[in-house]
């Protein structure tokens, strides 16, 4: 197998560019569930700057991807609103109370301060410790909740889905709140030298209408990807996990540069229809695959990826489908890193990409 000839961040420097590099990026989503990695409960990585910092770094010396970041995690931003979190000792955070509870009280609530609510402090000083650490190595990046899915951890997501036909107008109220509580963050993580990413769950056509993502996401999303670019010249990726396809053209107009894939959704199709405007990510199956499957599963799963988007004109970067389960065997994430490498390297073997297993 081939070595890797550029570091993780001379890779991403030159594929933002268009240059030439040694092999397609790879970057699984990864963070809290992968805390027993470096032997700690989830609750500890929660609540640890260090250990955030920690764990991040270890992840990047065992696998050398083209990316890190720390994540406010999806309901970060609510909870600095005033929504009620539980930290169980070995599972992910639960949603106790939102913040809001009645639609009265939507034009009472307020911004979120990053330096002061909640874990946001945390965050930011583990990605000054992780930039101090290996930034030279890698690019370092927080990951945010987009403004829909914080609104629906701020009022409840069976709320915000009844008050967008109830009360349409509050809502809109409540997304501006919300949204500019995600670009205080974004100031404060551009003060720091990084981008952000956004995770946006909420916002798939699993759960709500193309209209419903047209009027109340879309906008607010431009509104982050807008303060990001004039903060720092460069836009933001965003995942949205489940279904996407009828609302890929809006997301892209939203101004993302990159758009990471669900694998309930095809790569073809996305190569097809975004392929010429924002870099595709993903999509390699996380449970089925990643965390239950074989290191051959793995491979023939990451070569399936990287054939369906051979081609695409701003680029491709191996991935997970959504964020990696707890208790995954560490194996099958190098066996992913080493997918990138066995059918992405560049030139790009074709007879070997395109062969059947």
């Known amino acids: 197998m081939k070595r890797d000839q550029m570091t993780p961040k001379e890779r991403m420097t030159a594929f933002a560019k268009g240059l030439e590099i040694d092999r397609i990026p790879c970057n699984p989503h990864m963070g809290v569930t992968m805390a027993p ?10 609540h640890s700057a260090e250990r955030m910092a920690e764990l991040e770094i270890a992840l990047f010396r065992r696998l050398n991807h083209d990316g ?20 169980p000792d070995n599972s992910i955070s ?9 639609i009265d009280q939507i034009e009472s609530l307020k911004p979120s301060d990053p330096e002061k609510d909640g874990k946001l402090p945390l965050v930011l000083k583990a990605i000054s410790i992780i930039k101090d650490k290996i930034g ?9 909740a987009g403004p829909f899915s914080t609104a629906a951890s701020v009022v409840g997501t069976e709320n915000l889905l009844k008050w967008m036909l109830k009360y349409p107008d509050k809502v809109h109220i409540l997304m501006e709140i919300v949204t500019e509580s995600n670009n205080r963050f974004i100031e404060k ?9 956004f995770s946006d769950p909420v916002s798939s056509t699993s759960l709500i209408s193309v209209k419903q993502f047209n009027e109340f996401s879309a906008p607010y999303i431009k509104k982050n990807v807008d303060k990001m670019k004039s903060l720092t010249g460069r836009s933001a990726s965003i995942h949205i996990c489940g279904k996407s396809k009828g609302i890929w053209q809006t997301v892209m107009d939203t101004g993302v540069s990159s758009f990471s894939i669900d694998n309930v959704e095809d790569l073809a199709d996305a190569k097809e229809i975004m392929g010429d405007r924002v870099t595709i990510s993903g999509n390699v199956p996380p ?8 290191r051959e599963d793995v491979l023939r799963a990451a070569k399936e990826c990287i054939k369906k988007t051979y081609g695409a004109k701003k680029g ?8 990696i389960p707890m208790n995954t065997p560490m194996e099958n994430i190098d066996a992913l890193m080493d997918g990138a490498r066995i059918y992405g390297s560049y030139p790009i073997n074709e007879e070997l990409l395109f062969s059947e297993d």
């Open 37 to 46: 990695f470096i032997g700690i409960p989830l609750k500890e990585y929660y």
């Open 68 to 87: 890190v970041s720390v994540s406010v995690t999806l309901r970060g931003v609510a909870e600095a609103m005033g929504s009620k979190m539980h930290y």
């Open 94 to 102: 639960l949603m106790e109370s939102p913040v809001v509870n009645s």
């Open 136 to 144: 030279n190595e890698v690019n370092v990046g927080a990951g945010l």
């Open 189 to 197: 993580a551009a003060e720091l030298g990084v981008g952000v990413g």
């Open 287 to 294: 449970v089925d695959v990643i965390q239950k499957g074989t």
């Open 316 to 323: 491709y970067i191996l991935s997970s489908g959504c964020q």
